[in-house]
């Protein structure tokens, strides 16, 4: 749970006024902050951690989702929304001049559709868990430590986790470097569920947008009065775990015992952690599961509770209902699912187990739970931008708008989205094109302007790099003022191309008056780095002529040089 | 408004609101009323007016059209509060016949935008 002020927790069992802000940012850098003015309706987002209300499994993830509508938005393009971002936050009316601010997540935008030509248009978003999906393609032979696959599954799939490899270790209840195995899984979301295995939990996408690892909560941490809820659906049966167990490929098991009288097996199998090729394997497995045996002592009920909502309870969290049962006074549920609105009810899930009790079904195929089975799922590939540099202006003649560079991994169709906002200076037409490497790409039509004319165009240009560096820049052609551009370039698997670091032999220069003059380059960089300094003096000029008759496409050109012959 | 009417009761009536999210409800279990606020106090002033046809003709002009806002200052609680305020709910009827000459009363009311 959120920490929250006592304040807030009553204002929220006295229905107090419920406010929302947030920020929307585009691919292309700019911020549009969100508030009660062109927020519109009831924006509801939704987490879960188990796949249906009657099935529990350890190493669950789903991808938690948005749904907002906006107002007052002005559109630059079909492909404004692309690889945008939403970060929303609920205030609640304290009492105090300013409400508390609870953080709600942080989505990736997957889809936009415009509802009116006047700017209101509903998103849908997905959290980063979504970024999981990104195959990793790493063919290292050797031991993989903890450390290792954590930094690999942050560069790949571009996330961020909130915990540390030590804190990973700490939850899974053993040191840090015996966790290890000896090949990546196929994919991000692969390795990430079953390291939340390991610790009897799962993995969320938690408030800021980073993935966050986290171990079921054993002790309520809210109260929710009957007074508090529209209705309350418990399913028969009060459910303990008596048993974790682990099963391995070969169908070999070892349990260990909890606390809980209750009469559940719990388990997973086929965990690529959990190794042993010796005949002790009893031994070794039951080394893995004991820690989660002692950490889950949990007894809770199933079902759903449709609540007043409290935006600061987290996915895991065991709660108390009162009154749940008639003649009791209260039953505990274990929050696996989450749908919240603004100004309206949130639906509380808590899952149960399977009528066999036994749950080993968990392989390491993830059939049921890593390919992401809910009919909730957003399925979208996971797109990166690579925001261009935009010169907004007066021009005339051909005028480069924007320019940048990226890297690319492996060859993939990719997009280059462009929205120019330009003023015609004289009559005569105005138009862009996008260069792929120097090559232009599909010809784009160009538009007939009078003086004075305001002209929207927008595009969204294929491009279909090579494995490595390019360049790309838009042109506009025509005479007239650029008011607003936004250039971005998406695909997957793209990245900020940095310079180079090149050794200085391969820079010919002389040295004249203290200061430094290249003159040549033998390097086979396409982005190098000019150095600050070359033979203890500072590059001040770039002679003409230095990159005649070499590969190289772009250029960092250090602080200090005063010259570009 | 028009310096040539008074409104002919005494004073207007004011009454105020609170707006509540299309979720709010009543528990299944308990009967009980779970509301989400939107916004407190929405106010909103009924006001009467008597006079010839054409009087009323020129009141009603000023309050038509309905998407038409004014800025309007009135006495709540003692102290004058102003607020923006489209005009709604006009009613119209003849009174009374004056020396032959029929008067209406138009009655309307302000609502907070």
């Not at chain 1, 007066?394 to 169709?413: C, L, N």
């Not at chain 1, 025509?478 to 310079?499: C, L």
Request: glycine letters at 10%; aromatic letters at 8%.
């Amino acid at each position: 749970m959120y920490p929250v002020s006592q304040a807030y927790i009553t204002a929220i069992d006295t229905g107090a006024q419920q406010y929302i802000r947030g920020t929307l940012t585009l691919a292309s850098g700019t911020v549009i902050s969100l508030s009660d003015d062109n927020i519109f309706g009831t924006p509801r987002t939704d987490q879960r951690c188990t796949s249906s209300d009657d099935t529990f499994m350890f190493g669950e993830m789903y991808v938690g989702t948005l749904d907002i509508t906006l107002y007052n938005i002005t559109i630059l393009g079909d492909s404004y929304f692309h690889g945008a971002q939403i970060s929303l936050e609920v205030g609640i009316d304290v009492g105090e001049t300013d409400p508390e601010w609870v953080p709600l997540g942080l989505w990736d935008i997957t889809s936009s559709e415009k509802l009116n030509a006047q700017g209101q248009v509903r998103l849908k978003g997905a959290d980063r868990l979504n970024r999981l999906k990104a195959a990793i393609n790493d063919d290292t032979v050797g031991v993989l430590r903890l450390a290792t696959i954590m930094e690999k599954v942050e560069k790949t799939a571009f996330v961020t986790f909130e915990q540390t490899p030590a804190e990973v270790a700490a939850l899974i209840g053993r040191p840090a470097q015996s966790i290890q195995c000896v090949e990546f899984s196929a994919n991000c979301w692969e390795e990430v569920r079953q390291i939340a295995q390991l610790m009897g939990g799962f993995a969320f996408a938690n408030r800021s947008g980073k993935i966050e690892f986290r171990k079921f909560g054993m002790s309520p941490v809210r109260t929710v009065e009957a007074d508090r809820r529209f209705s309350l659906k418990p399913s028969s049966g009060l459910y303990g775990v008596a048993q974790v167990r682990y099963t391995d490929s070969k169908g070999r098991f070892a349990s260990a015992d909890t606390d809980v009288s209750g009469n559940a097996i719990l388990g997973f199998s086929c965990n690529k952690y959990i190794y042993t090729g010796s005949e002790n394997y009893i031994e070794q497995y039951t080394e893995w599961i004991e820690p989660i045996a002692e950490s889950f002592t949990a007894c809770w009920h199933s079902g759903t509770c449709d609540y007043y909502g409290d935006p600061a309870l987290d996915l895991g969290d065991m709660i108390t209902v009162e009154d749940g049962i008639a003649g009791q006074s209260g039953m505990q549920m274990l929050v696996t699912g989450l749908s919240w609105g603004f100004r309206a009810p949130q639906t509380i899930t808590s899952a149960g187990l399977s009528d066999t009790g036994d749950s080993t079904s968990s392989g390491s195929s993830g059939s049921s739970s890593g390919s992401g089975g809910s009919s909730s799922q957003v399925a979208v590939p996971t797109m990166n931008t690579i925001a261009l540099d935009t010169f907004p202006g007066d021009f005339e003649g051909r005028y480069t708008s924007a320019e940048g560079a990226f890297g690319i991994r492996q060859a993939a169709d990719c997009f280059v989205n462009i929205g120019i906002v330009m003023t015609a200076e004289a009559d005569g037409t105005l138009g862009f094109r996008v260069l792929l490497d120097e090559i232009a790409q599909v010809l784009q039509p160009v538009q007939t302007v009078n003086e004075g004319d305001t002209v929207t165009l927008s595009a969204a240009v294929p491009i279909s790099p090579d494995e490595g560096k390019h360049t790309v820049r838009v042109e506009v052609i025509g005479n007239g003022t650029i008011t607003e551009i936004s250039a971005v370039v998406f695909g997957q698997d793209i990245s900020t191309e940095s310079p180079d670091i090149v050794p200085d032999s391969v820079w010919t220069y002389t040295i004249a008056d203290g200061a430094a003059t290249v003159t040549g380059y033998s390097g086979e960089s396409t982005y190098p780095r000019i150095p600050d300094t070359l033979g203890g003096a500072p590059v001040r000029i770039i002679g003409a002529g230095t990159f005649t008759d070499t590969a190289v496409r772009n250029v960092y050109v250090p602080e200090g040089v005063t010259t570009i012959e | 408004m028009s310096s040539k009417l008074q409104p002919v009761k005494d004073g207007y009536r004011l009454s105020k609101s609170d707006l509540y999210s299309d979720a709010t409800g009543r528990s299944a279990e308990t009967g009980k009323l779970l509301s989400y606020i939107i916004r407190k106090d929405v106010c909103t002033i009924e006001l009467e007016y008597r006079g010839t046809a054409e009087q009323i003709a020129e009141i009603e002009s000023i309050i038509a059209p309905v998407t038409r806002q004014y800025s309007v200052e009135f006495l709540d609680n003692g102290s004058y509060i102003t607020r923006t305020m489209y005009p709604s709910d006009r009613q119209k009827s003849t009174s009374v016949i004056i020396d032959g000459v029929p008067h209406m009363t138009l009655s309307f009311s302000l609502v907070e935008v």
